[in-house]
């Protein structure tokens, strides 16, 4: 099963909190034990797994990822958002989550977040899931 999921960003960086979303299309997939695999298919964005109970973390990972690649820097890119490409980079475009008894396995504090970091937009994610019903 492929679905798209399609979310919604409302600032040049932020980190949407996609979790529920991706357990909602495991659960509609009826599959019991397998994998999900999330994926960006966009390079000014990302998909990663980290800390969801304290956000305090995620404006930490945000602060930290502008000093590494800071938006005003001698770039070449003509568009204007270099820094974007080289943050997708750093956190990658896709995950994968082990799914078993139909829930995705994720640790106590783990959520799955979609990182923007050229919005606000419009963007897609891609899961796929592959496994067995029963």
């Known amino acids: 099963m492929l679905k798209t999921v399609n979310v919604r960003t409302k600032s040049k960086n932020e980190f949407v909190d996609i979790t529920q979303d991706i357990q909602d299309t495991v659960s509609e997939s009826n599959i019991k034990t397998g994998m999900c695999y999330v994926y960006a298919p966009h390079t000014t964005a990302g998909i990663t797994i980290n ?12 602060a930290t990822l502008s000093k590494l690649a800071p938006v005003d820097s001698n770039y070449s890119h003509a568009e204007g958002n270099s820094d974007a490409h080289i943050k997708s980079l750093l956190t990658g475009l896709s995950e994968v989550v082990v799914i078993d008894n139909g829930k995705l396995i ?3 504090w783990q959520s799955i977040f979609f990182c923007e ?3 606000p937009r419009n963007r897609r994610v891609l899961v ?3 496994g067995d019903k029963g």
């Open 117 to 119: 970091f050229d919005g």
């Open 128 to 130: 796929k899931i592959i």
């Open 51 to 62: 800390e969801g109970a304290d956000p305090s973390v995620v404006k930490d990972i945000q």
């Open 106 to 108: 994720l640790g106590a």
